[in-house]
């Protein structure tokens, strides 16, 4: 590409055109799609109710203000948010941890926020200073200060949440750093740890949230009761939008003023999320944790015994095989894509799976067949 940044390693495939959860590039080839867009596009690419909903509101209008009410913005946060909780609606996650940032330090007149290594929230600066990774980071300072940063899933990180801390943010999975899933008891000690110390809890949903993990958001696997949830990806299938979701009685810090975006409430990505809300259920999401069990069924019957994977993380539709270091991820994905199979990666060489959640039973153990025949294949050559 010779008009854009290179701030990707682009892969040589232009996808023009997209049905339910499969995609086709420009030279005609077909793609099973395990990406969905990065977790973005858990309705695949062709679903009506979001389609007419979008298409619906282009004829009437696209974009007024956040000046001026509207009746469909307080309609899509109140399907979005739990009855306690308001949404603020942006553009992105980037935007919506920004959001959180500046509401914890706000309303807790502290300054200090714990993160943790491994972690991501985003490019921005306040996401970036929150993101536990000297590679995202490197070449950017001064960052924000006053973020420290812990092991996750480690004790000591407990010992940090002191009256001084005005929030600790974490995602319950992290995804870019490979997929790793919280420790369900750890989880609870942190939340404690907060309640015990007058600190924020906000749980970072861009990834897991929107039903990606089988629950709506994922935190709700672990009982967790955050003050403040950010989410973006899933919410509007594909078109730009992030919200910060937060306690009720945080409302007051975040009085008239005090934050804003011209774009944040856009019609047609509010248009869009109305219709992936309308359709996230209790019986949606319990066919996606139907389709799960069938998929960890797989992935422990016959991929995490292959050469060459060292073992099997996630839950529900988000998934990360991690290989070893023998095996190099982004070759297995390249010819996968040769096969026809769309995958991701994510750090410390995990193979990283997040599929539409509409996709069929039969074609999620599909895909998986796929891989398993290709880490087989690149397994055998290192025997
Ligand atoms: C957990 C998490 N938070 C925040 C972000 C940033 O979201 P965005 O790229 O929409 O700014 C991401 C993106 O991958 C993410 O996975």
Redesign the pocket.
């Known amino acids: 590409m010779e008009h854009i940044f290179p701030t990707y390693q682009q892969y040589p495939i232009d996808i023009v055109a997209g049905h339910d959860w499969h995609l086709t590039d420009s030279n005609g080839h077909t793609y099973l799609d395990l990406t969905s867009g ?2 973005v596009c858990n309705f695949g690419y062709s679903n009506e109710i979001i389609q007419k909903n979008v298409a619906e509101q282009a004829t009437k209008i696209w974009h007024t203000s956040n000046l001026y009410e509207s009746q469909l913005v307080d309609d899509v946060a109140g399907a979005l948010c739990e009855p306690d909780m308001l949404a603020f609606f942006c ?7 920004e959001a959180a940032l500046k509401l914890a330090r706000k309303a807790t007149g502290k300054t200090t926020v714990l993160a943790f290594n491994n ?6 600066y306040g ?1 970036m200073s929150l993101t536990g990774n000297p590679d995202i980071q490197n070449g950017f300072a001064p960052l924000v200060p006053d973020i420290k940063f812990a092991n996750f899933n480690d004790e000591s990180a407990l010992t940090q949440i002191n009256d001084q801390i005005a929030a600790v943010i974490l ?1 319950v999975i ?3 750093g490979g997929v790793i899933n919280g420790d369900s008891k750890w989880l609870q000690q942190i939340q404690d740890a907060c309640k015990k110390n007058g600190a924020l809890l906000i749980i ?5 949230g929107i039903g990606r993990t089988g629950k709506k958001f994922a935190y709700q696997h672990y009982n967790l009761d955050p003050d403040i949830v ?1 989410v ?2 899933g919410i509007a299938n594909g078109l ?1 939008l ?1 919200a910060m979701i937060g306690k009720q009685a945080l409302a007051p810090a975040f009085g008239p003023g005090t934050h804003g975006t011209t774009f944040g409430g856009n019609k047609l990505a509010l248009a869009s999320a109305k219709g992936v809300l309308q359709q996230l259920t209790p019986a949606f999401l319990s066919q996606v944790q139907d389709k799960t069990n069938q998929v960890w069924q797989y992935l422990n019957d016959k991929i995490v015994s292959l050469v060459g994977v060292e073992s099997v993380s996630g839950k529900g539709l988000m998934i990360g095989i991690h290989l070893n270091d023998a095996l190099d991820v982004n070759k297995i994905i390249d010819t996968l894509h040769d096969q026809g199979v769309l995958t991701l990666s994510a750090k410390h060489n995990t193979l990283r799976l997040l599929p539409p959640l509409i996709m069929t039973t039969e074609d999620l153990l599909t895909g998986l067949s796929q891989i398993g025949a290709v880490l087989k294949k690149e397994g055998a050559q290192l025997a």
């Open positions: 990065i977790g553009n992105s996650g980037t935007e919506a941890n972690s991501f929230h985003g490019r921005t996401s995602e992290q995804g870019e970072d949903e861009v990834q897991t950010t973006a990806k730009p992030g």
